[in-house]
């Protein structure tokens, strides 16, 4: 990624700059604290007494809180590069931010306001980021990017099925909802992965891209849409059957097991922040494979989705924003002292709180306290190293 600013001016304060820096902060910082309220709440504490319980907290915010905010932190930074024109900067970033962090405060404490104006404050975020974005990518007619805007307005579809599904005492549009979301965010981690991860492979090792190959390409993108088609049927009361779902998930994880195959993440074994970039993609198939067996009754759905949550979506976050952070704030782009310790805990904590847990129910209460841990370590390190960066002007003079 071109890590240059094409604004001629610039916002006086760093963090209202570009997008990755109050979303990357907060949302890693959030998603500490929301792990340390869930942490407690499985040792018997309730720490807080938010807007549709403690259950549907934290899978809402996991997904629409954290997720949702790093995702939006990075779309609003890249689309800067592609488009070769001015991102959201300044007030209107801030106030962007504002609405997520209100929206935060207020399904946290809800004060006693009325459930309209909760859910407009959350559900509001992601069409805005949409708009902001679309309108960039059609500016310039660069219509390859436009496949963002519909997938985030239907992550807010998502987002709005979950406050409905409490507003209604309706559980199936609770689940349906949490799994669209996360499945969503796991397409745009594959359609994101598939540009950066060979790209930063091979400017890495020093060796040419793999060319990508257009029948594999159609073949993992297009069975990866047709499970959020599936889904979204799903979720709006038509019966999918288990076995149709469960067989397209097969598809699209071997499609995408082939595709990480060729980009020779064997040869990153000393460089953490690529690996972990590999290692986060081996999880979509590895999430794909579970949830298809969960489907056919073998366990739990809820494992498969933390697979891809923890292992895929978790992991391939911090490694993004590690390397994004530096290469936007001007530094050498580098694995700083314990970034791969942390990536290394995120896929241990993906492991016990999934396949391990599917084969040995019985240690449940570990695998939760384990993996919570392990979060809470591994984005602490990145808040530790990243914070001052973030907050401070790019160290190169450029705008940014």
Not at 5 to 18: E, F, G, I, N, V
């Amino acid at each position: 990624m071109n890590t240059a600013s094409p604004a001629p001016h610039q916002p006086r304060l760093p963090l209202a700059r570009l997008a990755f820096r109050p979303f990357f902060l907060l949302a890693s910082l959030f998603s500490v604290l929301a792990m340390v309220v869930w942490f407690a709440f499985w040792h018997g504490d309730i720490l807080l007494r938010p807007h549709g319980g403690l259950m549907w907290w934290h899978q809402h915010e996991m997904i629409f809180g954290f997720g949702a905010a790093v995702v939006v932190g990075f779309l609003l930074t890249a689309v800067q590069n592609w488009t070769g024109r001015p991102s959201l900067s300044g007030a209107p970033l801030l106030g962007l931010v504002a609405l997520w962090l209100a929206a935060r405060i207020t399904l946290a404490f809800p004060m006693g306001l009325p459930v309209w104006l909760l859910i407009a404050l959350d559900v509001v975020f992601l069409p805005l980021a949409a708009l902001v974005m679309g309108r960039l990518v059609v500016a310039v007619k660069l219509w390859r990017n436009l496949m963002f805007v519909p997938v985030l307005l239907l992550l807010a579809g998502a987002n709005l099925a979950m406050h409905l599904g409490v507003a209604q005492g309706k559980f199936a549009l609770i689940r349906e909802g949490g799994y669209l979301g996360v499945l969503l965010i796991a397409v745009l981690m594959v359609l994101l992965g598939g540009r950066v991860i060979p790209f930063f492979t091979s400017r890495k090792l020093g060796r040419p891209q793999p060319a990508a190959i257009p029948a594999l390409e159609r073949l993992t993108l297009g069975s990866l849409l047709a499970i959020v088609l599936l889904q979204l049927a799903v979720l709006l009361g038509a019966a999918v059957p288990p076995a149709l779902l469960a067989s397209v998930m097969l598809v699209a994880a071997a499609a995408s097991l082939v595709r990480l195959v060729r980009w020779e993440g064997h040869l990153t074994l000393r460089e953490p922040l690529l690996w972990g970039l590999h290692l986060s993609y081996a999880f979509v198939p590895v999430g794909l494979t579970m949830w298809a067996m969960a489907l056919l009754g073998v366990f739990r759905v809820e494992l498969a989705l933390h697979a891809l949550a923890i292992g895929g979506i978790g992991a391939m976050m911090l490694a993004m924003m590690a390397r994004v952070s530096l290469g936007h704030t001007g530094r050498e782009i580098r694995t700083l002292p314990g970034i791969g310790v942390g990536l290394a805990l995120i896929f241990a904590g993906a492991l016990l709180r999934s396949p391990i847990l599917a084969m040995f129910p019985q240690i449940t209460h570990w695998t939760y306290n384990l993996s919570i841990i392990f979060w809470c370590i591994a984005y602490l390190i990145f808040l530790f190293h990243y914070t001052l960066p973030l907050l401070s002007a790019r160290a190169d003079g450029q705008a940014g």
